[in-house]
Each structure stands twice: as structure tokens, then as C-alpha cells.
């Protein structure tokens, strides 16, 4: 598999071979599936909480006498039938949703995404961004050049257009693209199933040492 590589013009300046085991990978929906779930359920954090009838303030005293009132018997105020009562089987910021990841699974699951990416010509490699100043007017212009690359409208997309994979950490890059709703920049190490699945292009900067990360992960044993 041959891939081309362009610069920040949007011309290309050269190509390279992709490795069979990181975009030549068999789609397996299930283990996607089960890989971006758990990520999600890890990434939840509980913030609902509801108090119990023993947590609520008050129900000291009997509301009025067991018999004689005509009215139905209570024998607290924070029962979970009064107003301002316990809350019955309410959420709790106790739970946790965390779910295991085998870390093979995860690996395999990257490079699934990413053979599914690249079969449906939605990743873009790209030699360098070379920004040599934190200025989002150049990022805009950087991403109306890529733009023009045959089948990646990433600028017509209001909301998550594009990831931007850089092979190291790069401030100047991160924070000219910051100010950009529709695009996010991470590094390649960091990448994972739930990232590529939220953005529907996948610009990938540094390509032979990006994936050189990727194989390095999917080997692993």
C-alpha cells in the first residue's frame, strides 16, 4: 500500500509504504464496540449524588401522634414519600463505572480504526507543519490549503473535522490550532479507538514516525 505525502501547501512531495499491520487490518465491529465503551465508561466521572433517609436533615421527632388524627401514620419526616425525604434508589457518587481494557485489545482496535480510516480516504499524511509561531490565522490557512487535497473538506466541517496526529509534542502547533473548534491536535503515542471515531478526517504530521509508534504498539506481546 502506497500512500501520498504532502506538505502544508497542499502539495505532494513525495510517497511511502504502509505497513500491512497497522492499515491492512481485518474490521472487527464487535471488538471496536467494546474497546470504545469501556474507554468511555473509564472516562465518566459520577457526579450525580442523591441522599438517603438517613442523610437528610431533620425526622427527629414523629410528625404527629401513631392514632386519633384521622390522618394516615408516619413515623419520619425523611421518609422518601415526604417532600425534602431520603431519595430511594437515587445515584450515588460512589459508583464506579470503570471497565478492564485488555491492552491488546486496545492496540488491535487502534489499527482496526485506522485500516478503516485509510480504506475510506479519510487520512491525510502530511511531512511537517513547521509553524514557527503560535498564530491561528496560520493554522486557518494551513487547514484551507489541506483542504484542497481531492476528498478532504475539512474546513466545510463545522464540528469535528479533523485530528491532527504530531509525532512529538509541538506547543507552537497545539496552540495555533487551539482557537479552531472543529479540529484537535494530539500526539501519536496518545491516540486511541475513541479519538479517531470522533473526527472524521485524520491528519497525520511526521508519518514514518507516527506509524513507527503505531507498529511498535500493535507488536507488542
Given at each position: 500500500?502506497d ?72 413515623g ?80 466545510q ?44 478526517y ?20
Amino acid at each position: 500500500m502506497d500512500a501520498k505525502i504532502y506538505n502544508t501547501e497542499g502539495k505532494e512531495t513525495g510517497k511511502m509504504t504502509l505497513p500491512a499491520s497497522v492499515f491492512g487490518v481485518q474490521w472487527n465491529a464487535d471488538l471496536v464496540h467494546e474497546v470504545v465503551t469501556a474507554m468511555k465508561a473509564n472516562a465518566r466521572t459520577p457526579v450525580a449524588h442523591t441522599k438517603g433517609r438517613g442523610e437528610v436533615r431533620g425526622g427527629g421527632k414523629k410528625p404527629w401522634k401513631q392514632k386519633g388524627t384521622g390522618r394516615a401514620r408516619h413515623g419520619s419526616s425523611r421518609s422518601p414519600i415526604w417532600i425534602g425525604g431520603g431519595i430511594t434508589h437515587g445515584p450515588r457518587k460512589e459508583k464506579s463505572y470503570a471497565q478492564k481494557i485488555n491492552k491488546k485489545s486496545a492496540a488491535r482496535a487502534l489499527v482496526m480504526m485506522l485500516s478503516r480510516k485509510w480504506k475510506d480516504g479519510e487520512i491525510l499524511f502530511v511531512d511537517d507543519f513547521n509553524m514557527s509561531e503560535r498564530k491561528t490565522s496560520q493554522a486557518k490557512k494551513v487547514l484551507s490549503t489541506l483542504s484542497a487535497v481531492p476528498g478532504f473538506s475539512i474546513v466545510q466541517k463545522k464540528r469535528n473535522a479533523a485530528l491532527i496526529t504530531i509525532p512529538t509534542n509541538d506547543e507552537n502547533v497545539k496552540k495555533s490550532f487551539r482557537n479552531i473548534g472543529n479540529v484537535a491536535v494530539e500526539e501519536a503515542r496518545n491516540i486511541n479507538p475513541a479519538d479517531l471515531l470522533s473526527y472524521k478526517y485524520i491528519v497525520v504530521a511526521g508519518p514514518k514516525e507516527s506509524i513507527a509508534m503505531w507498529e511498535k504498539r500493535v507488536s507488542k506481546k
